[in-house]
């Protein structure tokens, strides 16, 4: 049995260090040990007092070198160095610590209340800071010693004002973090929802916003803690330290040691100085390490989703797959070559948690003038395998197969030898477009670029042909926008570039990882127009890596699904869809929803009305000399008991502006909100809290709405603390009820987010915001972060809560077949106007407005032949969109 127990004295950071980081760490951690120890213990190791000049009535003698009485010597003041350099150690850390601690207690407060509150106080705040981080630190220092001491106190006093003195140049650093660090934690759900149940600030600003900056601290204290050193040195050595009869100083020893250099008395300078150092370097180096360790960017994770996530999957497939333990691969259709080949391909990551396998072994080919669809949900290895083939992953990554373009092989190519094929022979389409272009040059200059790295041409032929490129993607107006930036691009245009890019040098292979999925269906639409028609025309083989079984078959002519790095099916597009043989895959087809199906749920019309929204304006403030935005312009709408309406429309529609305004999330420029009565908009959070029991919200990212320092248990439990007079065993009870309603237990309590799987943290965000038994929720995007299959099991249980419970329900999605299967009613969003609105059959069935035929006829539905006759029904539609 593996023996645990001394792993368990060893601190996480140093397990969580290696190699050269653990030594430094490590030497770090025993520097500043050291002199912890001697700071301590310091009468007890010093053998004389630190001003003492005999002992015994016989006198030390001034200058004495080096001896077996005094191993460091003696100062010029017949003083043992040696004792001086032990108390003086005790002088840096007292005052080290003193400072530390005071600067933390005053920015950090000052930090979180200005990043929270913002306004006048944030403002003036901040120009305090500044006017404060201005001084040289030295000199700001020297002039609080001044005025706190005027060079003359004793040792208590001393280091009061030293400690003082170095905290105003420290508090600027720590409320410069935390209130950045604030910032940015403000804006995430978590705290949204806190607001949402009427938590009170000091309640956010400590469980929330402060228990999440909090992790940086020791990095600042550590670092801090060597520039405290160097300033208390440096007033000393200027004579504006502590009086030198009150306590010994390193500073105020090297000053006095200056004359000695030029005698040769080497040792009254270099044993003060020498310490100066060596506490320096371990705080430093404790610093520098905690930076680095503590940095989730700089470490090695075990995989790209989390372990619970692996589990739930894992689980399913298990039950499905019964006593099925191999792929199934559809009989082979008349051999082509191949563009791009993969044999054996294998992949795996070197982790902090060990050796994980991504890809296991996989197998297909595409042939030119093929779309060949990767399917599969997180974790499958579709992106890994891809970004293998060209050498694109991280140093971590240990690959092993084969890769063959063509006769060549691409595995263990070096970079040289690789870069002539990237984008010439082989190019990609990334999935995020915006992180794809680089914000600082022009798309005509990174197409260009891409042009002369691979084609002998001029500056002019290469921009000439960046415009052909954009024409031919069907960019609006190429000739201009050539010279414009990505941030001056919609979504849709910086796809469009980035193909142009991909095609830019007729490559043979375009693999394109998940090339539409920031993008709204409309442009969805366009782009794999474009994708196809380039197809056709440059018979380029296509490797497509999407989640989109709509997508799939809308495009692909072949399918490779894949669950936890292997293949488990392919086929044909046409056969996959028609007959799955695997039963991974018909779960997969299965939980996909399907837009038409004909058993939606009917109208509610007799129920109580619940929600009530009257000519609804939001307005934002436009920069300086722009007029305002307006994102929801006149919006009127109604929700009943019992009922649910979904609320559809692409980006920047207005949509979720309206679910943040119903709540008091953000208040309305005009208009009149009523929840069960109740007015709710143009209300203080003061005159709100009573009302925010009758309503509760589901954000889109489970990830990021539940609060990452808070158990399962917490969270639940936060708006019973809040909003009602329950004692703890009634909470408990409340919390475990409310696990078992939505699928998960009692023992879930104690878990933390980051241990439960996407579906699973969807469900507790269901179960906090139904915590109050509310008349109304608010779902925004629900489901849209999670993979089909979980996303269908979380809808299963939310209709089958909604309809026990009875709430009225927002629910707020761009995905019009999973509308399709909850709402009785719909309204259509467009530019924060309210379009279209009714019965859910009407309006997805037999939509009355352009746009909202527009919306549905983008919508690629799961099913080769029904998309085919979309496709040839639409004509036209789409083709103009950008």
Not at 28 to 38: A, H, I, R, S, Y
Not at 792 to 816: G, K, N, P, W
């Amino acid at each position: 049995m593996t023996n645990r127990f001394p792993g368990s004295l060893v601190p996480s950071v140093v397990r969580q260090s290696h190699g050269l980081q653990r030594f430094m760490l490590l030497l770090g951690f025993g520097l500043v040990g050291l002199f912890l120890v001697v700071a301590i213990f310091a009468p007890w190791l010093a053998p004389y007092d630190f001003n003492a000049d005999r002992a015994n009535g016989v006198v030390f003698g001034t200058q004495q070198g080096p001896s077996a009485d005094h191993w460091f010597g003696t100062t010029v003041g017949g003083t043992d160095v040696l004792s001086r350099v032990i108390y003086g150690a005790r002088t840096a850390v007292e005052v080290i610590i003193l400072a530390v601690v005071l600067s933390g207690l005053i920015g950090v407060p000052l930090g979180l209340v200005s990043g929270y509150l913002g306004g006048w106080l944030d403002r003036v705040l901040v120009l305090v800071m500044d006017a404060l981080y201005a001084f040289p630190s030295l000199l700001l220092a020297i002039v609080v010693s001044i005025v706190l001491s005027g060079g003359n106190s004793g040792a208590v006093g001393g280091i009061v004002a030293a400690a003082v003195s170095i905290t105003v140049v420290f508090v600027p650093q720590y409320f410069r973090v935390i209130r950045n660090a604030t910032l940015s934690v403000k804006a995430e759900p978590y705290v949204d929802a806190a607001k949402v149940i009427g938590v009170r600030t000091p309640r956010i600003l400590r469980k929330h916003i402060f228990s999440n900056v909090s992790s940086s601290l020791p990095v600042i204290g550590t670092l801090n803690a060597s520039e405290a050193i160097l300033t208390l040195a440096g007033l000393g050595f200027l004579g504006f330290g502590i009086e030198p009869s009150a306590a010994a100083e390193w500073g105020y020893d090297l000053n006095k040691a200056l004359p000695d250099a030029s005698s040769g008395i080497w040792w009254t300078g270099v044993f003060p100085g020498l310490a100066i150092v060596l506490i320096v370097l371990g705080a430093t180096l404790v610093g520098e390490s905690l930076n680095d360790i503590l940095n989730p960017l700089l470490r090695t994770r075990g995989a790209d989703t989390s372990e619970a996530d692996q589990a739930e999957i894992e689980h399913e497939f298990q039950e499905l797959e019964g006593d099925t333990a191999t792929a199934v691969v559809a009989p082979a259709e008349t051999k082509k070559v191949a563009a791009l080949s993969l044999t054996d391909l294998a992949v795996s990551f070197r982790t902090d948690a060990g050796q994980v396998r991504a890809v296991r072994g996989i197998s297909f080919d595409v042939a030119p003038g093929e779309v060949v669809a990767v399917v599969g949900e997180s974790g499958s290895g579709k992106s890994v395998s891809s970004r293998a083939v060209l050498g694109l992953l991280p140093s971590t990554a240990e690959v092993s197969g084969s890769a063959r373009l063509g006769d060549r092989e691409l595995l263990g190519m070096a970079t040289a030898s690789l870069r002539p094929i990237r984008g010439d022979q082989v190019s990609m389409v990334f999935q995020e477009p915006a992180t794809a272009l680089n914000p600082v040059y022009t798309v005509g200059w990174q197409i260009v670029e891409g042009l002369q790295a691979h084609q002998k041409m001029s500056k002019k032929a290469a921009r000439a042909r960046a415009v052909e490129l954009l024409e031919l993607v069907g960019m609006p107006d190429p000739e201009e926008r050539v010279n414009y930036y990505p941030h001056q691009l919609s979504g849709g245009q910086k796809q469009r570039v980035v193909i142009a890019m991909a095609i830019a040098c007729d490559p043979d292979v375009i693999i394109a990882d998940e090339p539409t999925t920031a993008l709204d269906v409309t442009v969805q639409a366009a782009i794999l127009e474009l994708l196809l028609s380039l197809r056709n025309r440059l018979g380029t083989a296509i490797v497509l890596i999407t989640h989109n079984m709509g997508v799939v078959a809308d495009m692909a002519d072949r399918v490779v699904v894949m669950y936890r790095g292997t293949i488990v099916e392919q086929a044909p597009a046409r056969e996959l869809f028609a007959t799955p043989r695997h039963p991974y895959t018909r779960a997969l087809l299965d939980a996909v929803p399907h837009l038409g199906r004909e058993d939606g749920p009917g109208l509610v019309d007799d129920n109580d009305l619940i929600l009530k929204v009257d000519d609804l304006v939001v307005e934002f403030p436009g920069r300086l000399g722009q007029p305002a935005f307006r994102a929801v312009d006149h919006v009127s709408l109604e929700v009943r008991k019992g009922e649910v309406l979904g609320l559809v429309g692409e980006s920047g529609s207005g949509k979720s502006t309206i679910g943040r305004t119903t709540v008091g999330l953000q208040q309305p420029t005009s208009g009149v909100i009523h929840v069960s009565g109740n007015q709710v908009s143009g209300r203080s959070d003061r005159e709100l809290r009573p009302l925010r029991s009758r309503f509760g919200f589901v954000f889109q990212d489970p990830a990021s709405s539940l609060n990452p320092r808070m158990s399962i248990g917490q969270c639940i439990a936060e708006p019973l603390h809040v909003q009602t007079d329950m004692n703890q065993s009634e909470i408990d009870a409340k919390v475990a009820s409310l696990l078992d309603s939505v699928e998960l237990g009692g023992g879930y309590a104690e878990r933390f987010p980051h241990e439960l799987s996407g579906g699973q943290r969807q469900r507790v965000s269901l179960a906090r915001a139904l915590s109050l038994d509310p008349d109304l929720l608010i779902a925004d995007e629900p489901t849209s972060a999670l993979d089909v299959s979980v996303q269908a099991r979380v809808l299963e249980l939310f209709t089958q809560l909604q309809q026990r419970l009875q709430f009225a329900c927002l629910f707020i999605s761009h995905d019009l077949a999973v509308v399709d299967t909850l709402a009785n009613r719909v309204a259509v969003m467009q530019h924060g106007k309210l379009v279209e609105i009714g019965p859910r059959d009407q309006v997805l069935g037999n939509p009355q407005e352009e746009y909202t035929r527009r919306l549905i006829a983008a919508v690629p539905v799961p099913d080769p032949e029904e998309q085919a006759r979309r496709r040839a029904e639409r004509g036209a539609l789409l083709t103009n969109l950008s």
